[in-house]
């Protein structure tokens, strides 16, 4: 072990095996730039910092590398870190571009601003439980960054602005996350436009405002059951995103959550949401075969405010659900491949703050009142005749199949088992009794029917 040291005033450094350190307190230590205390050569190669290191009799224990230790350090390859380390300062690796694997310890607690910036071949990483906070730029332009794995913990971590223009694709989401005093101005997420797909751990219950924002890439989401909320614009301008599903946890989709996510294909709403917030999935920019052909709106559902579903080109079909009372102004506008409305309130839904000579729900001027089917319950059609929004629809029909439950009837010895699902074709009972109020589809053999129980 080569060990020499130097003193400036009262800090000062010593070097073990080439690597400097400079004491903290109480007999701990840090790793140091070789330029820190005078000197122009950069570390390289494969680096091991142990956990104690020994000079002039005394044993230090490694527990941080400072700030600018590995700075520009471009022939750096690999780097153990020590099980003792607590903190990786601020730019601590920063354009060491040859940098490809770290591995960090479970004592770890806070990785720095600008710690990894643009270190172009850093390749999976996992952050474990005992990180607390994680800085601004941490992985910032780290382009072969694929998988990022944040550890399951019931503790939340800070992310600040962390990991833009990073090649992260995969992202495990395990705990709380805190954007450190930024939302609504960046997240740790925004604009990562690798990532391709993201997986959401049980210990988180909501994803902040702009959390995905502008992850160009991404292509499905799936928020499970157990997240009760989302931020503001969370998804919006992911304009890959093809494949949304929605868990029953949220009731509310918040303003602009999925703006301009012009490549959806798929809707899946939660049973339990109850608001759909303005311009919630706009897709700002008219064109064509834009959004899906279906949506099929939840029992629960009570108020889709203005401009919610604008500029759905694509859309030929809505199925709104029996406890639908208010629609925003132009939520559906240029909607133009509209062939069906379904809607099975008994009381037609009111626009809001609308007029009543020039609704304006599908657009003031919109085809729609003339090319597209209303379907309503058939003990309804004179209210939605006379109604604010739907008297200008020249079709209005009774709903298909339109009945009360106690109206079914089926082949009585058939042996064909009885199968009721839901509206979206889930099977859910295999017995008509005790069935809350909706629409299901009724099959048995070859019967069958779509019903309304009341």
């Known amino acids: 072990m080569l060990t020499t040291a130097l003193s400036a005033n009262t800090a000062y450094y010593f070097e073990v095996d080439g690597v400097r350190y400079s004491p903290i307190e109480n007999n701990t230590c840090k790793v140091v730039s070789k330029s820190e205390f005078g000197g122009s050569s950069l570390y390289e190669g494969d680096i091991v910092i142990p956990s104690t290191v020994q000079h002039e009799g005394k044993v230090f224990t490694v527990v941080a590398i400072g700030d600018k230790a590995f700075f520009q350090a471009s022939k750096l390859r690999n780097i153990k870190f020590p099980k003792t380390l607590e903190v990786i300062g601020e730019r601590a690796f920063r354009d060491a571009t040859s940098l490809s694997d770290v591995v ?3 004592k770890i607690q806070t990785i720095g601003a600008q710690a990894f910036y643009n270190c172009q071949n850093l390749s999976d990483i996992t952050i474990p439980a005992s990180v607390v906070e994680i800085g601004s730029g941490a992985f910032k332009e780290c382009k072969a960054l694929g998988s990022v794995i944040i550890s399951d913990s019931s503790q939340p971590i800070t992310i600040k602005y962390s990991f833009p223009q990073s090649g992260m694709t995969y992202l495990y989401l395990g705990r709380e996350v805190d954007l450190g ?28 405002s702009i959390f995905f924002s502008g992850c160009k890439n991404l292509k499905e989401i799936l928020i499970p059951d157990w997240i009760m909320s989302i931020g503001s614009a969370c998804f919006s301008d992911c304009v890959s995103l093809e494949k949304i599903t929605i868990g029953n946890g949220i009731k509310e989709i918040p303003v602009n959550a999925f703006k301009d996510c012009k490549s959806i294909k798929s809707l899946n709403l939660g049973e339990n949401i109850v608001t759909i917030r303005e311009s919630a999935f706009d897709l700002y920019d008219s064109g064509s075969n834009l959004g899906a052909k279906q949506i099929i709106f939840p029992e629960s559902l009570e108020t889709i405010e203005k401009f919610a579903f604008a500029r759905w080109e694509n859309l030929e079909s809505i199925h709104l659900g029996y406890n639908v009372k208010k629609l925003g102004q132009f939520s559906f506008i240029s909607s133009s491949g509209l062939k069906e409305i379904i809607c099975d309130a008994i009381n037609p839904p009111q626009e809001i703050n609308g007029s009543w000579d020039s609704p304006s729900v599908f657009g003031t001027n919109s085809d729609t009142y003339n090319t597209a089917t209303l379907f309503v319950p058939e003990s309804s059609l004179d209210s939605y005749r006379s109604s604010q929004i739907w008297r200008f629809f020249k079709n209005i029909m009774p709903t298909k199949g339109d009945s009360g439950i106690e109206d079914i009837t089926f082949e009585q010895n058939s042996s064909a088992l009885l199968e009721i699902y839901d509206i979206r074709g889930s099977k859910i009972a295999n017995t008509k009794n005790q069935l809350p109020s ?12 779509k019903v309304y129980v009341k």
């Open 104 to 106: 960090f310890n479970d």
């Open 181 to 208: 005093g930024v939302d609504g101005v960046s997240s740790p997420f925004t604009d990562c436009s690798s990532l391709e797909h993201v997986e959401i751990g049980k210990n988180i219950t909501m994803l902040p």
């Open 438 to 449: 909706g629409m299901y589809i009724i099959r048995q053999g070859n019967v069958t029917k």
